[in-house]
Structures are given as structure tokens and as C-alpha cells.
């Protein structure tokens, strides 16, 4: 009985030595028929050993991994999907994957970038297609790290990358320069203010452009130009922005109403600002016009140029008039109620002036009379 014993204790022991033997490490699930390892929620501090060489889904998910570098995902030649979403991971060091020569998707997003190395990216051969850095930037002082790493990484074949809620507020000049074969950008939920020259140069392969809500009130000349100098194939999205229909709106309304081919949702644009004009359809404003409808078209009611300079200056005219009036009143006032007072003041001033003028006309007889100026010298002598 106990030689039975033993022997099917050395049956287990043989049994599960060749299943750890194969890698799968401490509290990840593998599957070597998927070619996947799971490491989801195991409060792992970083990225673990002994991962199977066969794996091509890695997906380490929800832990607790503050940084990655290059000694990470060693002797895993093999992965093509590689997602790492919602680890807190604060720092990318350079050429953390550059042992992944068949990666072609990586996913970081929702974890909290503050510091992103050049390089961070490269991927030899460039194989990375796809790249998904939504929620993933910890602060503002981040984005200029992430336009060095997307300029510095091999990221010249590149498909689709996904910069969604990440509060960007604006997108430095050439961010997207190295990054040719770019066919689809998301820039969803951000704070995007406006669009300059340059913000999209370089993207000679981009198919769509994910402008939405962000908080675009309008595009000046200058955006309406860069999103011109898009691909002619390019598709363009701008809804759910604070778009605000007052005066200098026009050249968006009436750019907007000659590309509706290439913006997606030009139909569902709508005010949403001032309150009197919120949720009219872009494609419906007018250029300056008088106040009203002609149409189908809502005019914004902008005056031409020369008039509303004219009518400002009329209008500065009468509050100055106004003002001047209103200070004259008050003059008059003060001396209304001062009256006796000044009276009493102008009384003085005037016996002041009396005695000061009688004075200089006795000295003025003395000097023009001899015998007065004998007399006060006679006197003077005795």
C-alpha cells in the first residue's frame, strides 16, 4: 500500500515538472494552442520571467508595473500583440521593445506617462502597424517627450495611432512628420483649441482624421488651410466640438459646406454657442447678410467691413457726450450747493484786489507829484 502510495506521488511529480518546465509563469494563465499568456489583475510590480517562447498574444493587463526597459521582454522574438493597458506605468525607457521583431500591435493606453524616452518605440524592421496611446500621458509637460519618441522611434510603417483622451491642448509643429504610412489618426477627447501650420505635416497616407470631441470653436484660415493640405482622400471628423456661430465664422461655414465630401459628419455639426443660435446646422450659415432667414440659410447678421467701424465710432461719440454731460451736471451741482461759500471768496478777492490797486495808485501820485515828494523828503529830514 505505501509502495502504491509513492509511486502515484511520483507520477504527479512527473506530471506537473513538465507543465512548469514549458513557462508559464507565477499567476498567469497560457495557452499554448492560442500562443497567449494572460497576466490580467495579479498585482504584478513588474512584467514577469519566464514567459514561453512560443507566446504571440501577451497580454499583461491591470498591475501594478511603474516603468519598462529593454531587459523586460527578452527572448520573446515571437509576440505580435503585445498589451500592457492600465499597469500605472509612469517611464519608458529607450528601445524598451527593440527585442520584439515580429510586433505589429502594441497597446499602452490608460496608464500614466511622465516620462517617455527617445526611441521608446523602435521596433527593428518596423514592424509596429499599430499603436494605442489613449489616456496614457500623465501630464502636459509629457507631449514634447512623446513628439521626440514619435519622431526618434522606427515607426515609418505605422497604420493607426490612437492619442484619444490624453487633454491636449495643442500639438507641436511637425509631431507627425516621421510618420508617412499614418492611416488613421485618433485625436478624440482631448482639448484641442485650434489648429495651426504644421500640426499635420507629413501625413501624406492618412485615410481619417478623428477630430472629435475636443473643443475646436471654430478653424481659422490657417487650420482650414493645414486640413487642405490632407490627402485628397482623407476622412475628416468634427463632431461634439463648442462650435460658437458668431461673427468670423464665415470661412469655416462656407469651407465646411464645400467639403462635405471629406468631412464624415458635416450633416450633424451644430451650434453651441451664442444661445439664440445653439443647435443650427453649420451647413446653414450664411455669409453677411441682413438679419434673418434667405432660405434655408440663417445669416449671422455681420456687418460689412467699413460700416461696423463707422457705426463703433458713432457710437464711442455719444458716450463721450454723454459723459461730458453727465460731468457738467455735476459741476454745477457742486456749485449750486457752494454758492454762499464762493460768494463769500469772490467778495474777499475782490476788496484783496481794492486795496492792492488803491496802494499802487498812491505811489503813483507820489512819483508823478514834486512838491508831494519835497514834502515827504522835508519830512524825513526833521
Known sequence: MLYLALRMVCCALLCWIPVRASGCPLRCACSEAAHTVKCVSKDLRSVPSGIPGYTRNLFITGNQISRIGPESFKGLDNITTLSLSNNRITEVESQTFSGLRSLRTLDLSSNQLSVIHPEAFTVPGNTLRELNLSRVLHNHSAVMDLTNSLRWSTLGQLRTLDLSGNRLIYLPPNTFSYLGSLRRLVLTNNSLVA?????????????????????????????????????????????????????????????????????????????????????TILLRLAAAGPTGTDGDKVALGCLVVGEGADLALQTSYVFLGIVLGFVGLVFLFVLYLN????????????????????????????????????????????
Open 195 to 279: 489648429i495651426h501650420n504644421g500640426t499635420f505635416s507629413g501625413l501624406s497616407s492618412l485615410m481619417q482624421l478623428d477630430l472629435t470631441l475636443n473643443t475646436l470653436r471654430t478653424i481659422q484660415e490657417e487650420g482650414l488651410a493645414e486640413l487642405d493640405s490632407l490627402p485628397a482622400g482623407t476622412r475628416l471628423l468634427l463632431g461634439e466640438n463648442p462650435w460658437t456661430c458668431i461673427c468670423g465664422m464665415e470661412p469655416f461655414a462656407a469651407w465646411l459646406n464645400s467639403s462635405r465630401g471629406r468631412v464624415e459628419d458635416a450633416e450633424v455639426l451644430v451650434c453651441a454657442f451664442p444661445p439664440d443660435m445653439r443647435n
Open 339 to 382: 454758492r454762499r461759500g464762493i460768494k463769500k471768496r469772490i467778495n474777499g478777492l475782490r476788496e484783496a484786489c481794492r486795496e492792492v490797486w488803491e496802494g499802487y495808485h498812491y505811489r503813483y501820485e507820489l512819483d508823478s507829484d514834486p512838491r508831494l515828494s519835497q514834502v515827504s523828503c522835508t519830512t524825513a529830514d526833521i
